[in-house]
């Protein structure tokens, strides 16, 4: 059985120029790693070179696997496909752009199986001052108002058990809040300090208009399902069941 432990999952929104480097990065240090790997490849509708980036890379690496969808459906359209298609019993994500270090990969590895989510913390933003402080903002309101202590929510740079992701249903913009709909869920998640820098090319595909305002609305989203949860606890169960 040739079937990968680990899956790393990337979407692709116009990250021509990213990609070979990514790749290369992504290499390096799979390649340290004691498992088997594949490297999924989202292709979120490019309408720059991606494609033929992804195309030549995998030519070149066949533990890489692509998706292109027709049209740009978003991020977490992106994720849910990777995941979907995904054959490790772990997952990563990380962005194509190269702001998160594939070289901290190995950091959030560490904390599976003890959890079922690392969630990457950026310490050293590397963001424009006011992404940096609409992103303090957004993490401050979502933790009050989702009753929540994530502290970077926004960073792409996560581990998760798929058995677990395998439980969660994404909705667009849903996967900001991946942390929390894990706890939801009765998962363990841990947050682990990760590098960041600055994006070599290309341009970041967000700005307040199209990341606060959706995601504020998500925000409430997100505070109804805690709150209309389901609990109960059985106390007796008979009966044979039907199979
Ligand atoms: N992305 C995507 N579809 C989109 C927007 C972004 O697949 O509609 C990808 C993008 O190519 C990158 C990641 O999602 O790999 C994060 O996007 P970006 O770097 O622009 O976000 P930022 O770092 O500025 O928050
Ligand atoms: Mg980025």
Known sequence: MNTPALSVVVPVYNEEANIPLLIRELATT???LDHRS???????GSCDGSLQALRNAHAADPRIRVLSFEDN???????AAGFRAARGEVIVTLDA??????????????????????????????????????????NAVRNRVNDEQIRDTGC????????????????NGMHRFLPTLFRM?????????????????????YNIGNRLVPSLFDLLAIRWMKKRRIHYRIREEFGETLD
């Not at 594949?38 to 979120?44: C, F, K, M, N, R």
């Open 73 to 79: 459906a978003g991020q977490s359209a992106a994720m």
């Open 97 to 138: 752009d190269l702001q998160n270090s594939p070289a901290d990969i190995p950091l959030l590895l560490e904390k599976l199986p003890e959890y079922d989510m690392a969630c990457g913390w950026r310490v050293n933003r590397q963001d424009p001052w006011l992404r940096r402080v609409s992103s303090r903002v957004a």
């Open 156 to 171: 792409s740079l996560k581990a998760y058990k798929r058995a677990c992701l395998e439980r969660i249903k994404l909705y």
């Open 30 to 32: 799979l390649d340290t």
């Open 185 to 205: 869920e009765g998962f363990r998640v841990v947050e682990v300090q990760v590098g960041h820098t600055r994006r070599r090319h290309g341009t970041s595909k």
């Open 38 to 44: 594949e490297i999924i490849l989202v292709d979120d």
